[in-house]
């Protein structure tokens, strides 16, 4: 294990981070900072060095998912661990495709936290085994999603420029704004995908647009 390792702690309860801590000193580890959202962790990195960003995934300001976008466009050689309550294929996939190379759940043993900041920290992937199977059972289940692509009516051009702006969070206003339509329209847009794609809310639409890698920047 190499103790010159540089951790940075994020995650909005304090008394976590204060317990993570205590454990990673006993252990050998540096915790060099911690912050409360990513905001704080943005801030401490641009004038700190850190080899290994762990983040929980829900807090306030700046959520976990949008940190690790930040911080690969920003600190590219930072290597970043989830360390989250969040055991849903949803969260994992935002997590693993905003740049995580590392996903644990928080009722994790400490030798498995150990392992896996010292895996992350060699910039290699770890999954605790929960998460594994969440994966795995993705994985499984893709073939009937590239099957049913046969009979999947297209989507026309609005329909994926709309769809892109979900994908970027923006609301029904801000979308027909930048698109010049009335929100109504945005609305009707967004029923004509579901029925489209067979997705049930806008998480299902997100998703659907992830595992056809319908846009670059996701």
Excluded at 98 to 114: M, N, P, S
Aim: proline residues 2%.
């Amino acid at each position: 294990m190499d103790t010159h390792v540089k951790i940075l702690l994020t995650d909005d309860h304090a008394m976590i981070r204060q317990g993570i801590k205590s454990f990673l000193d006993k252990d050998g580890f540096l915790v060099v900072g911690e912050a409360n959202n990513g905001i704080e962790a943005l801030e401490y990195m641009k004038a700190n060095e850190v080899d290994v960003l762990v983040t929980d995934i829900m807090m306030p300001e700046m959520d976990g998912i949008s940190l690790t976008k930040a911080v690969k466009k920003q600190h590219p050689d930072i290597n970043i661990l989830a360390l989250t309550m969040l055991n849903e294929s949803y969260n994992i996939k935002q997590m693993l495709s905003a740049g995580a190379i590392g996903y644990i759940l928080k009722d994790c043993t400490q030798e498995e936290l150990r392992k896996a900041i010292e895996t992350v920290a060699q910039g290699k992937n770890y999954y605790s085994q929960d998460v594994t199977e969440i994966i795995m059972e993705g994985l499984t289940t893709q073939p009937k999603a590239k099957k049913r692509l046969v009979t999947e009516i297209p989507l026309t051009k609005r329909e994926k420029e709309i769809l892109h702006l979900i994908c970027k969070e923006k609301s029904n206003q801000e979308i027909a704004d930048e698109l010049f339509i009335s929100a109504r329209t945005v609305e009707a847009h967004k029923r004509n995908l579901l029925e489209k794609t067979g997705c049930k809310n806008i998480a299902g639409l997100v998703l659907y647009a992830m595992e056809r890698k319908l846009f670059n920047d996701l």
